[in-house]
């Protein structure tokens, strides 16, 4: 299941297919969204958002297009006027003079307006996204010690799209080894320094991933390069302190994670 990284770099690739070309076609398969259609034409694509696993594809126009893919949806990228063979539903087309891309199989799209987007119920509910650049450290750890988070344990928490979009299940068991916590943790019982840790890692990783498209590189040369320490390595040496590498189930998820050194 694609997570923040994943998503942002699929937002990037529309961005650099169509943002800011004039539309020459635009169609959608709902007949609640299709009236907006010729309106759109020679409009353009300002920037395509995420949050969470939620896409905000914003027109100069004003109106922004919300989608989520869910577990079938799938955005594709084409040559304008190409038609791709598929047996997925075509639910959206958004084509320039040279690019088109396509959304697939989704059933969650709506167009909201300015006043709307401010009011959607699933966008009030997600937290900050990991991969917006202006979400610091700072505030992450003002959202772990807040009364709605900080009792949670930091197995489910961190699952949780209401406290920090993006994140997922090899995010969470990453982030957790490299601040040495296990999934029982709780905000409200650590100290300064974890909780700075914790903050800035659940910031730092996500970012990584996002920045070396989630290579993994086993080459220790390579230090700058994301790689999974813990994530499908049961049975795997720790590198940090040696121990054994362990696989369990947490919040209905599987959870790796070294006894060793999370405690």
Not at 77 to 100: F, H, S, Y
Not at 131 to 157: E, I, Y
Request: proline share 5%; charged share 20%; hydrophobic share 40%.
């Amino acid at each position: 299941m694609p997570e923040g990284p994943e998503i942002r770099r699929a937002a990037d690739s529309l961005e650099a297919a169509i943002k800011d070309q004039p539309l020459t076609e635009v169609w959608f398969a709902f007949p609640e969204l299709a009236p907006y259609a010729s309106g759109l034409v020679g409009q353009r694509v300002t920037r395509v958002e995420t949050r969470g696993k939620a896409l905000l594809t914003h027109f100069s126009s004003g109106l922004t297009l919300y989608s989520h893919n869910q577990l079938y949806g799938v955005w594709r990228v084409v040559n304008a006027g190409e038609i791709p063979q598929t047996t997925r539903v075509l639910r959206v087309k958004l084509q320039t003079a040279d690019k088109a891309i396509l959304l697939y199989s989704a059933s969650d799209i709506e167009m909201l307006t300015a006043e709307t987007l401010k009011t959607h119920p699933f966008l009030l509910r997600v937290g900050p996204d990991v991969l917006d650049m202006s979400l610091t450290p700072q505030a992450v750890k003002a959202r772990l010690l807040s009364a709605k988070f900080r009792h949670r344990q930091l197995s489910g928490l961190l699952l949780d799209q209401a406290f920090l979009a993006g994140l997922g299940n090899y995010l969470r068991v990453e982030v957790l080894w490299q601040v040495g916590l296990t999934g029982n943790h709780k905000a409200s019982q650590l100290d300064e320094q974890q909780l700075e840790a914790l903050s800035h890692a659940l910031l730092d990783i996500p970012r990584l991933s996002y920045n070396t498209r989630g290579l993994v590189d086993d080459n220790k040369h390579h230090g700058a390069l994301f790689r999974f320490k813990v994530f499908h390595r049961d049975g795997e040496t720790c590198e940090r302190c040696g121990g054994v590498i362990e696989k369990t189930m947490l919040s209905s998820r599987p959870f790796y994670w070294c006894p060793g050194c999370q405690h």
